[in-house]
């Protein structure tokens, strides 16, 4: 993908003392103490690490569910965020085509493969401008946005505000950064990872793809970068 054709993310919120939450939730399973008194006796990182290590390590994951993270997204298109909502546990806010009626060429996203075709890709461009034009000649006749939208493609940008806890954006990560996901969704879990990793580096060896996790790959088609799981 180009350089415009890539997801714009940013991280608008989360909790402080991410780490040190984690560990009053995982300490508190295996003490006598208060979770108020744990949060607030501990300041040892290093120690706060090992041991949500150890505990998310052995399957613990309910203990990383108490985070909740929000992004707010754009450059997207709609083909990508169908794929981003069938996940579970997550809470969306995405510009809406009934109510927002657009005007003139609307914006849109190139697949990388077409894009990397020069014929096709003017094909495409030129597609995206006859479908504008049957959306305006719609509108303009007085149909309601939310039904000139049905002849809207999947590559229509749009923007959307997603929020979830930890435990699904791992999921997600090690879903959907393995290279058998779409670019374009891959591209963009990648961007929401990145953005959490830049204030909360100790996230990094979670939010990778699942082969990362297991040792190995679980696909029924292997890209080659862990052996394949043989049953």
Known sequence: MEETNKPVVHLISRPENMLKTIYTACRTCYSADTPYNIYNSVDDEEKMLKLVERV???????????????????????????????????????????????????????PPTIEQNPQLKQKFIDFMGEISKIYSEFTEAGIPAEDARAVLPNACATSIVASLNL???????????????????RLLVKAMCDELIKVEPWLKPYLVPKCERLGFCDEDKSCGRKAKLEL
Do not use: P
Request: include cysteine; proline fraction near 0%.
């Open 167 to 185: 435990r699904e954006l791992i999921h997600i990560a090690n879903l959907r950064l393995c290279s058998r996901a779409q670019t374009e969704i």
């Open 56 to 110: 998310i390590g052995s399957g613990h994951y309910s203990t990383i569910e108490h985070i909740q993270v929000t992004f707010a997204i754009s450059n997207v298109s709609r083909a990508c965020t169908h794929q981003l909502v069938r996940h579970r546990h997550m809470s969306f806010s995405q510009k809406s085509q009934r109510y927002v009626k657009e005007k003139g060429q609307f914006d849109y996203l190139i």
